[in-house]
């Protein structure tokens, strides 16, 4: 029949029956994916439900109007419909890049570039994407002449970038620092006129804490200049601390001090050794090979301390004191009493043990003899308590026991054995050490001491034997 139109002769037959098939088909498979998207808690459900109920249903109108009933271009409904559709597009970009940009900045850990890049610069895509976007929709859509716009925007943005360029610079370095990444949050670092531990990172500044505070460092500031990253130095973060000593003390003993102290530390690097130096003037210096520059603080403060009590029991002055408050009258009179109470000695022999006797302090945590010293004196605690302790491979540290004020250690020196425990100070502990020669004379006159002494090594010898079954160990 020469009057009926083919409408696949014309076109719209084709795109009719396509959207007839093709959007029931789009609506049940993005149904599904989202069915499923939803099941496992994804946030890509989002963008592909707004896709389905918005972006497909104004697609298919705006395909419907345009080449199915093939209205004219200068329609406004379809300019309308157009920019509608061409609405929700930019909707759904913007939800996906969003989607993308948290999927992104939560994968790997806390400190990849993707979890510290500030906000701004994500703000700034999305502005770009929002005005490339309806630029497209006023060119195509109601034929706006677009070049004017993009003419205006780029005067602008040179206005602008001149009005902010010192924040800029800052915004732009800060990002540089990002991608470079030369630290992470809790380096220790030195660089734009700061030294200490990194605590923020943001798009201006780092935030360094150094020992008098906070300090804010633009990153301008360390991009210009240069970087030292302390904790990353090959897996050992070598800590310096100086310390000032008086002109009379002999060098190589200070160093040795310093050296013995620091290497009891317990956050100390496996099989490294801390080192003195001598800087002239009794100015000193000891590195600290520590495992983490986390570490640092602790390490310090604790090593200041043993040093305090330790400069005392060489006789040294730590910070040009050499005083030791321990040496008062009436404290080595109560210590002579606490070593009379357990040898009994007369009165003729307290003059020999007053001589000869040191009293020594330790401060919490040091250790006072190792497993394995040989010694020529006994301890004889006059403060605090001593914690006697067993170290092995298998079960680590084990504890033997306690010895209390009154008791004494290192019995072992009389029979010139070498020490069963290492002897550690639990808190501020004060020992009066009598030379072995001295008890050797008391011992003489008094020969009951000798079976004291001995019954004092047997019981250290059954703790000893205790303490390794509990650990499930036979020997140490």
């Known amino acids: 029949m020469s009057g009926v139109v083919n409408p696949f002769d014309e076109g719209w037959g084709w795109w009719a029956l396509a959207l007839a098939v093709g959007l029931p088909l789009l609506l049940v498979v993005t149904s599904e994916v989202l069915h499923e998207l939803t099941r496992r808690g994804s946030p890509a459900a989002k963008p592909v439900r707004f896709l389905r109920n918005w972006v497909l249903p104004f697609a298919a109108l705006f395909v419907l109007l345009a080449f199915a ?3 004219p271009a200068d329609q406004v409904w379809l300019r309308i419909v157009a920019t509608l559709f061409g609405t929700f597009v930019i909707l759904l970009v913007l939800s996906a890049f969003n989607v993308g940009m948290n999927l992104r900045r939560g994968a790997g850990n806390a400190a990849s570039w993707r979890g510290r890049v500030p906000n701004i610069f994500f703000e700034l895509v999305r502005l770009i994407l929002v005005v490339i976007g309806v630029a497209i929709l006023l060119q195509f859509v109601w034929g706006a002449d677009v070049g004017a716009i993009w003419t205006g925007l780029g005067f602008g943005s040179i206005v602008l ?6 924040a800029a610079g800052g915004i732009f370095s800060g990002l540089l620092l990002l991608f470079e990444s030369p630290f992470k949050i809790g380096d220790s670092i030195e660089g734009g006129g700061a030294s200490g ?3 923020d990172i943001n798009w201006r500044s780092v935030h360094v804490q150094t020992a008098n505070g906070l300090q804010i460092v633009p990153n301008a500031a360390l991009a210009d200049g240069v970087i030292l990253n302390k904790s990353r130095s ?3 973060y070598n800590a310096s601390v100086d310390v000032e000593f008086t002109t009379d003390d002999p060098p190589h003993e200070v160093i040795e001090l310093l050296a013995s102290t620091a290497a009891s530390l317990p956050m100390l690097a496996t099989d490294a050794h801390p080192r003195g130096s001598y800087h002239g003037a009794g100015s000193y210096s000891v590195s600290l090979p520590l495992e983490t520059s986390a570490d640092e ?3 310090t403060s604790l090593f200041l301390t043993w040093l305090w009590y330790a400069a005392r029991r060489r006789g040294l002055g730590f910070n040009g004191d050499t005083t ?3 040496q008062e009258p009436e404290i080595r009179a109560r210590a002579l009493a606490v070593v009379e109470n357990a040898v009994q000695f007369g009165d003729a022999q307290r003059a020999a043990v007053d001589a000869a006797a040191d009293l020594e302090r330790y401060g919490m945590g040091e250790t ?4 394995g010293d040989v010694l020529d004196r006994v301890g004889f605690i006059v403060d605090g308590a001593v914690q006697m302790v067993l170290e092995t491979e298998e079960a680590g540290r084990v504890e033997v026991g306690i010895a209390e004020a009154g008791e004494y250690i290192a019995s072992t020196a009389l029979v010139r054995q070498a020490q069963l425990v290492t002897c550690l100070a639990p808190g501020v502990t004060t020992l009066m050490w009598v030379p072995v020669a001295v008890l050797d004379e008391l011992i003489n006159q008094r020969p009951a001491i000798a079976a004291e002494f001995g019954e004092m090594i047997e019981a250290r010898r059954g703790q000893i ?6 650990a499930g160990l036979t020997k140490a």
Do not use: N, Y
Request: overall charge positive; hydrophobic content about 45%.
């Open 368 to 371: 006072i003899i190792h497993r």
């Open 69 to 71: 009933l093939q209205s």
């Open 465 to 470: 034997a205790k303490a390794l079954e509990r």
């Open 324 to 326: 030791d408050p321990l």
């Open 297 to 299: 603080g602790r390490a």
């Open 234 to 236: 090959g897996g050992i």
């Open 161 to 166: 970038g001149l009005a902010l360029q010192k």
């Open 197 to 199: 531990r990194v605590v």
